[in-house]
């Protein structure tokens, strides 16, 4: 099975400041048909998840630009450019090129400083 | 507009079965794989299983294999998930998700496994 390593586990941030998420897979996502399916997930406080990247950097609608994903092979990034309040909760990332089965990161908490 | 409504969830003693349900609806139910997610309490997500859009194929995790079964009628625009020989380690709230890509989630649905 895919192992997806993120880091890290909390991240505190003061609201405008910038955050960085790393999530490293225990091998490559490229998939033979030439797509990364490495997804990120967000789950606010009391919420449903919620998908807010795809295939490593496309954005889903109504995701604010501040949100932007990037990395290749093993290694990928979250990143928020100015924080708000509304970006707290937990993000996951996780990987639909190796299945079965589908593995998520542990999360990381991100809160307001 | 997209929607996963889940049903079903309850509180079980160890060794039953309970019955999950998704009702779907916005999109061609038929045409999308589907999924099951779970999140035990205060934990991170885990995939359970997932199935192809005509139910040809079905895939499970493996603590799961043997004690859960998922099926989907689209006539009826639903997903189903039979548990059976529930463990206590089976309690979560499980979620529909829709696609390879996940990229619609239900509500959840609580699953207590408990004497």
């Known amino acids: 099975d895919v192992v997806m390593t993120q880091s890290p586990l909390s991240l505190p941030v003061t609201l405008g400041q910038p955050a960085s998420l790393s999530c490293r897979s225990s091998q490559s996502l490229v998939h033979s048909d030439g797509n990364t399916y490495l997804n990120w997930i967000q789950q606010r406080p009391g919420q449903s998840p919620r998908r807010l990247i795809y295939k490593v950097s496309n954005r889903d609608s109504g995701v604010p630009d501040r949100f932007s994903g990037s990395g290749s092979g093993t290694d990928f990034t979250l990143k928020i450019s100015r924080v708000e309040a509304e970006d707290v909760g937990v993000y996951y990332c996780m990987q639909g090129t190796h299945w079965p089965p589908h593995t998520f990161g542990q999360g990381t908490k991100l809160e307001i400083k | 507009e997209v929607q996963l409504v889940e049903s079903g969830g309850g509180l079980v003693q160890p060794g039953g079965s309970l019955r999950l349900s998704c009702a779907a609806s916005g999109f061609t139910f038929s045409s999308y794989w589907m999924h099951w997610v779970r999140q035990a309490p205060g934990k991170g997500l885990e995939w359970v299983a997932k199935?192809?859009?005509?139910?040809?194929?079905?895939y499970y995790v493996d603590s799961v294999k043997g004690r859960f079964t998922i099926s989907r009628d689209n006539a009826k625009n639903s997903l189903s998930l039979q548990m059976n020989s529930l463990r206590a380690e089976d309690t979560a709230v499980y979620y529909c998700a829709r696609n390879w890509a996940f990229d619609y989630w239900g509500q959840g649905a609580l699953v207590t496994v408990s004497s």
């Open positions: 199935i192809k859009q005509d139910g040809s194929e079905k």
